[in-house]
């Protein structure tokens, strides 16, 4: 450790002088002792009504800060004494119980001051790629000396030391007391089979309760712990009255995203309020207003519509994703046929540029806010296939120039699109189904790993239509230039924790960029350049990793975080845990074995390009030598993101789907136009 503790002192010593390390402080939390939580199974803003849940309306009509919560952990559906048990570890937990076919696990009640059960429990969590730490808030109340009280089995659990023990307990709401400054309530559970109606009333009488025997200047949290029992996957609702409550949407900054926080933002919430430190295995934030919300029955119908949105786009997500690879291929086959057929290739082109402009289209759909129509699956469909369209008559219209041309107009689009939204916060992702998943929570800012494919290989095709054009203008160096600074700006822009935040991303495009700018020279690529760009692309990652862990532990992304596990010895769990995501997507069927194939296949050519390239792209190559290049860079951008993202080979196929329409499109024309070198004067062309 101490070899990593010394990289990450130069790091950090050479990263003080950068601008904008020195992140601004931890944002004050609207949450201040004494705190009381109210945890409730299955509530969620789709049950709250006015006659159903009165003391919980009244809350919203108050003035009461709201959000919705993320209440997925290991499983799914998440149970009740999964919620409990991730409140305590304040990471992802679960119970014993691997089927979940069969009805959740019951929470397990108090005997003697001990959580009944608490060693299996324990066990339970060693098989856990999260590595969760039961009892670490309860441990860590108990060591900063700060009084805390469990009400119910749940709360019990929540509240429990590494051994079990819970100090001070009541069974029943009536006998407990609100005179510690950390409270926990468990509040019971909505079961969709059983009279949800009646389980509802009874936990809002309860919130009554709590909010009868609080003092004036409490801060109550009432959130949804799971999901309902026997229903579909739902995101919990969050309420919070209080002193600082101001009629308000929640977030956090491990959400970034107004009105979403995350049920393990809840401990972190707790800890902050006491005044203590997090501990390092925490892995939410603190929950702070964002913006001023509308009344209690708009905000209702607006909190519940994200669970709504969010499953319309899950249900779009693989479709689009498969389908743009699918189609893809079909297109490049259709192509090939007609070549050889010697027949016009008009139609398949106009339809390659409509699947090269879908995926820009699949960011820009948000603006028309398809959620709010009709029937909104058909209004996201039609709105990004329409755009498609339109973008690529729009395209065609263009005077008649090079592929390339068309091809980096659109790249360059789509780049600058990707690039202002993640620096103004990623707004187009929140309605398109390459974008973030609340309901799953794992990622809610930046660029996920779908983002990450379309920002790069666009980002490598407008670099090669750029340098191409200034190299027949200016030489190669002008041209060498101009793919550094697009390179240097994505990395920038997908890596830095306040924008793309994406670490896996990063040791892609580097090495990526290099082999594009080494082209662009006219150096050949050998095993010392491949080798040192490999390097340079660690560097480039663990420069902006610890400058973010640099920042409060509360505003670090998962790169700062990362680092902070390396110090701590936890780095080899978290490297373990993408991996096994990452192989586990061979389990996903036999389209991402084709992949596979594939990609290797693609590979071999790179390392053996005379004696395995076909004799079509060697002709299209000849007439645009930055093809090459291009090649090079997508190959790099699949291979390497496959196997340092959780991805896996899912990276891989919608590569296929991303990069493969432009650079059809530029390949057919290019062999279509005989003795056509473009980019390059004669001189540089021989």
Known sequence: MIGVRGLVAAVAAVGFWLPGVEAAADPATPVTPPVVIVGIGGLTWDNLSESGSPTLWRMLEDGADAAAM????????????????????????????????????TVPSVTGGVVDGWSELVKAQQASVFDPELGLLGQTLAEGNVCATAVGPGAALALADREGRITRYHAELASASF????????????DRRNDPGKALREADGKVRQVLDGVSRNATVIVLGISQPLHSTVAMGAVLMSGPQAGGRYLTAQSTRWQGIVRLLDIPSTVVAAAGLEEPNHFTGAPLVAAGNRPGAHDTTEKLAGITHRDRDLRRSSGLFINGLAAATVL????????????????????????????PLCSYLVRLIQWWRWPVPLAALWLGMLGAAVLMALVLRRLP???????????????????????????????GSPLGPSPLSGGRYYGFGNTTFVVFAVHAVLFAAGLASWLRARRGPVFAAGAVAVIGLITVLVDAWPSWGADVGGGLAIVPAFALLGLVVLGRRVGAIRLLLTGAAAVAAVAVVSVLDWRRPAASRSHAGRFVEDLLHGDGMAVVTRKADYAIGSLSAGPHLWLVGALLLCSIAVVLARHQLAPAWFEAAVARWPYLWGCYLAVVAIAAIGSTTNDYGLRVALLTVGIAGPPLALTVSQLISSPGLTVGLTDAQAA
């Open 70 to 105: 993320t209440v997925r952990t290991v499983h799914s559906p998440p149970c009740p004494l999964d919620g409990w048990l991730s409140l305590s570890a304040g990471r992802a937990a679960t119970d014993p119980q691997s089927d979940r076919n069969r009805d959740c696990t």
């Open 179 to 190: 005179d510690c400054p950390v409270t926990v309530v468990d509040a019971g559970v909505v």
């Open 331 to 358: 297109a490049v086959g259709a192509l090939a046929l007609r070549r050889r057929a010697r027949r016009s290739t008009g139609g398949v082109d106009l339809t390659l540029l409509m699947l090269a402009a879908l």
């Open 400 to 430: 008649r120039v090079p592929a390339w041309v068309t091809v980096t107009a659109l790249s360059g689009v789509t780049f600058g699109v990707l690039a202002v939204d993640a620096v103004t916060g990623t707004i187009l992702h929140h």
